[in-house]
């Protein structure tokens, strides 16, 4: 059974950093991604990782977000700083089985979704 446990989420002030966890089991994914998701918004692609070296991020994130993995736990991780209210949703972890190279992370399609963390962002 492959699973993907996400956890981290939480209230906190503007300015603060916080980090998520994303836990997979069953599967190793060559692509771990963050998405998220505000009220009334459609899901929209936050940051992805291929292997260990390639990295992609959404303007929105870039240089306040960092995306990492560690193999060995099989765990993904999102270290958000600088948070601001507009980052507040819900944010998912996926999974991709296999890389692919020369496109957009965003725009593949993912195999796995996790359960999603609320993030909650106060002004």
């Known amino acids: 059974q492959v699973d993907l446990v996400v956890s981290g989420g939480g209230l906190v002030q503007a300015g603060d950093p916080l980090k998520l966890s994303c836990a997979a089991s069953?599967?190793?994914?060559?692509?771990m991604a963050w998405f998220r998701q505000a009220p009334g918004q459609e899901r929209e692609f936050v940051a992805a990782?291929?292997?260990?070296?390639?990295?992609e991020y959404a303007e929105s994130v870039k240089g306040r977000f960092t995306i990492s993995r560690d193999n060995a736990k099989n765990t993904a991780y999102l270290q958000m700083d600088l948070l601001k209210p507009e980052d507040t949703a819900v944010y998912y972890c996926?999974?991709?089985?296999?890389?692919?190279?020369?496109?957009?992370?965003?725009?593949?399609?993912?195999?796995?979704w996790g359960r999603g963390a609320q993030v909650t962002v106060s002004s």
């Open positions: 990782i291929q292997g260990t070296d390639t990295f």
């Open positions: 069953g599967r190793v994914f060559r692509i």
């Open positions: 996926a999974g991709r089985v296999w890389g692919q190279l020369g496109v957009p992370l965003r725009t593949l399609t993912f195999d796995y």
